[in-house]
C-alpha cells in the first residue's frame, strides 16, 4: 500500500513563493502519475497540475497557468511542485495523488483518475 506525504506548505506574503514536495513510501514515485489538488473547508476540488510518470508532459489548472511549475526526481523520489507569483486566493490544503494507470492524458486533471492521497499540506499566502 503506497503512502503520499506532502511536505513544504507554511506562510508567505503575496507575491512570494513556495515549493511543495509529494514523496512516496511503499513503491518508488517513478511509478505512479503524479497530481496535485488543492481543497478548502466547503469548496470543490481544484486541478492544479498534473505531471506523467517519465516527467515529460505536463498539465496545468487555468487558475496556476504561468506562475505553478509541476515536476519530478524520481532517483531522489520526489515531485515538486513550485509556486510562484502566490495570491492570497491560492490560501487552502494542497493535496498531492498517484495514478498507476498506463496512460497519461488530459483525464489526469479528474480527481477521480487517481487511486492514492496524501493527507494535505496548508498553504497561506497574506496579502
Known amino acids: 500500500q503506497v503512502q503520499l506525504v506532502e511536505s513544504g506548505g507554511g506562510l508567505v506574503q503575496a507575491g512570494g513563493s513556495l515549493r511543495l514536495s509529494c514523496a512516496t513510501s511503499?513503491?518508488?514515485?517513478?511509478?505512479?502519475?503524479i497530481g496535485w489538488f488543492r481543497q478548502g473547508p466547503g469548496t470543490e476540488r481544484e486541478f492544479v497540475a498534473a505531471?506523467?510518470?517519465?516527467?515529460?508532459?505536463?498539465n496545468y489548472g487555468d487558475s496556476v497557468k504561468g506562475r505553478f511549475t509541476i515536476s519530478r526526481d524520481n532517483p531522489k523520489n520526489a515531485v515538486y511542485l513550485q509556486m510562484n507569483s502566490l495570491k492570497p486566493e491560492d490560501t487552502t490544503v494542497y493535496y498531492c495523488?498517484?495514478?498507476?494507470?498506463?496512460?497519461?492524458?488530459?483525464?489526469?486533471?479528474?480527481?477521480?483518475?487517481?487511486?492514492?492521497w496524501g493527507q494535505g499540506t496548508q498553504v497561506t499566502v497574506s496579502s
Open positions: 495523488a498517484a495514478s498507476l494507470d498506463p496512460s497519461f492524458d488530459s483525464r489526469f486533471s479528474l480527481a477521480y483518475m487517481y487511486s492514492y
Open positions: 511503499g513503491r518508488p514515485v517513478g511509478s505512479y502519475h
Open positions: 505531471i506523467n510518470r517519465g516527467g515529460i508532459t505536463t
